[in-house]
């Protein structure tokens, strides 16, 4: 799993919103710094596109299930444009019988592959294992590099052997921002 970095390197990266979050959420209870993200995956070389997918539940917003409490929603949509990324958005699906189903993961894969043309690397912001043959695809039928940054205790295993390089979020205390407790109203 070595990479090969130097700032020559065009860099596209992934973000998989509800992965990390998730992850964030039930490791440490915390939430993601995305700054220090894109800072750390980027380094020295070029970022050229900075791409987040965001559910929104039920056509109103993140829910506590999808990113934030729904009062956060803006200010983290903001939050994330000031540094550069953009977001795709798309609303959760309510099935009859109230199955929901919401989930970006042919629409990531499918924006990696377009826009590997014009990248050396490309980041995938996400601990789950579905992305496999993305990564083997852009790896070996397009000759790209590619790397993966997620929490280590929940990263799928091949997908972490698979990749040039896994960024282990859960490595630097900068990834993580706590959450303060809520105090519940009686």
Do not use: C
């Not at 409490?69 to 983290?76: I, M």
């Not at 994330?80 to 009859?96: S, T």
């Not at 377009?114 to 992305?131: C, E, K, P, Q, W």
């Amino acid at each position: 799993m070595n990479s090969i970095r130097h700032e020559d390197q065009r860099v596209g990266i992934f973000i998989d919103i509800q992965n990390l979050y998730h992850s964030a959420k039930n490791l440490y209870q915390a939430r993601v710094n995305f700054h220090e993200l894109i800072r750390e995956v980027t380094g020295d070389r070029k970022l050229i596109r900075a791409v987040a997918y965001v559910v929104k539940s039920e056509g109103v917003g993140p829910s506590d299930e999808a990113i934030s409490p729904s009062g956060r929603e803006a200010s983290f949509f903001e939050a994330l444009e000031r540094e550069g990324v953009e977001l795709r958005l798309k609303d959760i699906q309510i099935f009859p019988g109230g199955v929901k189903k919401a989930d970006w993961d042919v629409g990531m894969a499918v924006d990696a592959i377009r826009m590997a043309s014009f990248l050396d690397v490309v980041v995938l912001a996400t601990g789950d294992g579905d992305f496999l043959p993305l990564v083997d695809y852009l790896k070996w039928g397009m000759g790209r590099q590619v790397e993966v940054a997620s929490f280590s205790r929940s990263t799928s295993a091949k997908l972490k052997e698979s990749a040039d390089y896994f960024y282990d979020l859960g490595e630097s205390p900068k990834m993580i921002l706590k959450v303060k407790p809520t105090r519940k109203l009686r």
